[in-house]
């Protein structure tokens, strides 16, 4: 029997590079059962691990690691640690740079040695025998060294089995300052210590500047997370009671006030209004709503008061759903990312033995023994892998932000490797090229056929009248044909309807595959009106006027569904049913055809049906598949990757999923079923499909970025690495280095959008 496992969120602290991650998630990985995953961007550890095992064991593993870590509960405490970033800074900044200023300027020597020498004499203290300038330096970088970068020395230490980039900083800065304060104790050298400040300086400066960087690359994530009401105005006994959103439940009603955000998801009791769906959707249409429309949590209401009844709290919202898909996807790495990290398991041990090299080479061929150290002191500075684990954690972080702020949730970041290789895509017909909503595509009503009927029907025989009749019968059958056909009676004639005692409605009656009929009551007649299928109503009425037949052989051909009404036996409209295309089906077929990926329709639809929607919307015929059922999508599929095609599948139901499953890459569209959200790499939560072109746009970029960021870091760290061993650099120019190498590669990955 498997066991149960459970996701769980930390939150990480004390991690500085890639190979803090390594340790991490190995500490986690060595428990039987656990499977961990480290986001060195945000900070956080995304485990599952068995139900038995609690959090705080899980914190332990972490702690026993030398990191700490808490519980993020419902993922709303995803945090940067900007202030004690920020407060490092300041520090560093107030006494590295009085220290690097006076070593520089040489100008000042004599007169700092004059100040000190003044000082001493008149506490009768004695000169020191070397440079009293230099002694003022070692006591500025003190703090900076010692204090500043205590937690630095503190994951050394902790991290000797495992070293870090944080072993390379601490070795560097230690050893120029421990030897500059030997050098001028003994005059046996030069001083650096304005070197070891400059460095954590430079350390301080770009883990700042990261920490900045990321926090503005996580604001799509932190507003999706802020989005969340903190209070509800409940309503009972009809009266307003405001308490926390906690307390809310399913089967409640709650109170909308124009400008409000709406608490949950749920359904409108009363009221109607327009609700702005933009920032979970990234539809920017406000969408038109009343008494039993959905609604989504979070959304915003324009100039309505609604009454919304709940149907789902908490973690079940649509918004924790898509903030959980986010943060998943954040927390999983890209294969890309899997190499990163083995280079940086094994980057420091090389460049410990490198620097140690270094100086003995330097050393043993003549140099002096300060110039040997700091040779090797730049390369341990200037080596730091902080770029290389920085380059996709980062790029992905923004990704998922900016795509949830667009409607677009990535679930694993594979597919950002796989998008830009899709040639094949597969497109599910209802609820993904088309509305998912059965509407009246078109309806003929013909007047000149009612002259067969006689004089006492000559006035009452208008469209109107004919549209009413129509809308009186189904508003009494619930099925989805006559529900459309009772929707397009109310919209062109519900005045009527509405402010008439006609169309009272008598002996009904329902009959399963022809049908509906009943006797109407119409200015002082009262027709027996039948509507249903062509062939039902042909069987019992008069032979179709022209108009009745020409509309009839047009809805066929455009695979429509006909339902015929007939007054007394004659025919007299033809309304012809269909789901609605999507307004920009055509458009997106077409630039996917352009990016140079070919389109199929495949659905469960029949051919007719198929082949007039694959016409309009640009689909060849030859790559179109009907009377598909869910094993068959599966089986093109297979059949496809198996040809060597790279495949995405798009669709919405549970009939997709197994497709959804299989293919390359999947596309869920977010009105559609969980099940088939939940076996899709992305969903698309506009309702639009301009986001499939979107979602592929903005996986080539994020992979582009990726390689870049790669790229550079791997180019640092081999030129980077040259130079210093040569001797060309100091180690303050490559702690700035090292630095602007980290800030190069977060704010690059922000040119995402």
Avoid at 472 to 485: D, Q, T
Avoid at 510 to 522: E, K, L, Q
Wanted: a neutral charge; aromatic letters at 6%.
């Amino acid at each position: 029997m498997s066991q149960l496992l459970e996701p769980v969120t930390l939150s990480v602290q004390g991690m500085t590079c890639s190979s803090c991650v390594n340790t991490v998630e190995k500490a986690l990985n060595k428990v039987e059962g656990v499977s961990a995953t480290i986001n060195f961007a945000t900070e956080t550890a995304h485990i599952l691990a068995p139900a038995d095992m609690s959090p705080k064991d899980l914190i332990k593993i972490v702690e026993k690691a030398g990191y700490s870590a808490t519980l993020l509960v419902d993922a709303q405490s995803v945090t940067l640690h900007s202030k004690k970033s920020a407060r490092a800074f300041f520090f560093a900044f107030i006494f590295a740079v009085p220290a690097v200023a006076i070593s520089m300027v040489m100008s000042w020597h004599h007169q700092i040695d004059m100040w000190v020498h003044q000082i001493l004499d008149n506490f009768g203290l004695p000169h020191p025998l070397y440079s009293a300038t230099a002694w003022v330096v070692i006591a500025l970088s003190a703090p900076v060294v010692l204090l500043v970068a205590y937690p630095i020395h503190k994951a050394a230490f902790r991290n000797l089995k495992h070293p870090t980039m944080d072993n390379l900083i601490s070795m560097g800065s230690l050893a120029a300052f421990g030897w500059s304060i030997y050098a001028n104790a003994t005059g046996a050298g030069d001083v650096y210590t304005e070197v070891a400040a400059g460095v954590i300086f430079f350390v301080i400066l770009g883990r700042y500047l990261e920490t900045r960087a990321k926090a503005k690359a996580s604001s799509a994530l932190t507003s999706l997370l802020a989005l969340g009401s903190k209070e509800v105005t409940i309503v009972r006994g009809g009266f307003p009671l405001i308490v926390p959103i906690e307390q809310l439940q399913i089967g409640d009603e709650f109170e909308v006030r124009p400008g409000d955000r709406i608490a949950t998801d749920g359904f409108v009791v009363k009221g109607e209004s327009a609700v702005d769906n933009s920032m979970l959707t990234g539809e920017t249409k406000p969408v038109d709503v009343r008494p039993g429309s959905a609604v989504i949590g979070a959304s915003i209401n324009h100039n309505g008061r609604l009454i919304v009844r709940a149907t789902r709290v908490g973690s079940d919202t649509e918004l924790a759903r898509i903030t959980a898909m986010v943060i998943s996807a954040q927390g999983t790495k890209a294969p890309i990312q899997r190499l990163a990290d083995r280079i940086s398991a094994v980057f420091v041990p090389i460049v410990t033995v490198l620097a140690i090299g270094t100086f003995a080479g330097w050393y043993f061929t003549g140099s002096t023994l300060t110039k040997s150290i700091s040779i090797a002191i730049t390369v341990l500075v200037i080596a730091c892998p902080c770029a290389l684990g920085l380059a996709t954690p980062v790029a992905l972080l923004v990704a998922s932000g900016r795509g949830a702020a667009r409607g677009i949730v990535l679930r694993e970041p594979r597919v950002l490797e796989v998008a830009r290789n899709v040639d094949t895509v597969l497109f599910d017909k209802t609820g993904t090229l088309t509305e998912g909503v059965m509407l009246v595509q078109e309806a003929t009503i013909s007047t000149a056929a009612g002259a067969v009927l006689g004089r006492s029907f000559a006035e009452i025989v208008t469209a109107q009248n004919i549209v009413g009749s129509a809308g009186a019968i189904e508003s009494l059958n619930n099925h989805p044909i006559a529900l459309s056909i009772t929707k397009y009676a109310l919209a062109n004639a519900g005045q009527a309807l509405s402010s008439r005692p006609t169309f009272a409605v008598s002996d009904f009656s329902v009959t399963p595959g022809s049908g509906a009929a009943g006797r109407v009551s119409i200015g002082g007649q009262s027709p027996v009106v039948l509507i249903g299928s062509p062939a039902a109503v042909a069987h019992s009425s008069t032979e179709f006027h022209s108009e009745i037949s020409s509309a009839i052989e047009r809805g066929q051909a455009a695979g429509l569904t006909l339902a015929v009404l007939a007054w007394d036996g004659v025919a007299l409209a033809v309304f012809a049913v269909g789901d609605q295309l999507k307004s920009d089906a055509a458009a997106t077929v077409a630039q996917l055809r352009e990016m140079g990926i070919t389109p199929w329709l495949v659905t469960g639809d029949s051919s007719e049906v198929a082949a007039s929607v694959a016409t309009t919307v640009g689909i060849d015929a030859a790559h179109v598949v009907s009377h598909a059922m869910p094993e068959t999508k599966l089986e093109i599929v297979e059949r496809m990757k198996s040809e060597g095609h790279t495949v995405l599948m798009i669709g919405d139901g549970i009939n997709d999923a197994a497709a959804l499953t299989a293919a390359d890459l999947s596309m869920a569209m977010g009105t559609g079923t969980d099940t088939a959200i939940n076996s899709a790499d992305i969903t698309l939560m506009n309702t639009g499909l301009g986001s499939v072109i979107s979602a592929l746009k903005l996986s080539t970029k994020t992979l582009k970025i990726i390689r870049l960021n790669m790229g550079w870091a791997f180019i640092y760290n081999v030129v980077g690495l040259p130079i210093a061993a040569a001797g060309l650099l100091t180690p303050l120019y490559a702690a700035a280095a090292m630095a602007a190498s980290s800030v190069l590669v977060v704010t690059n990955s922000l040119r995402i959008k």
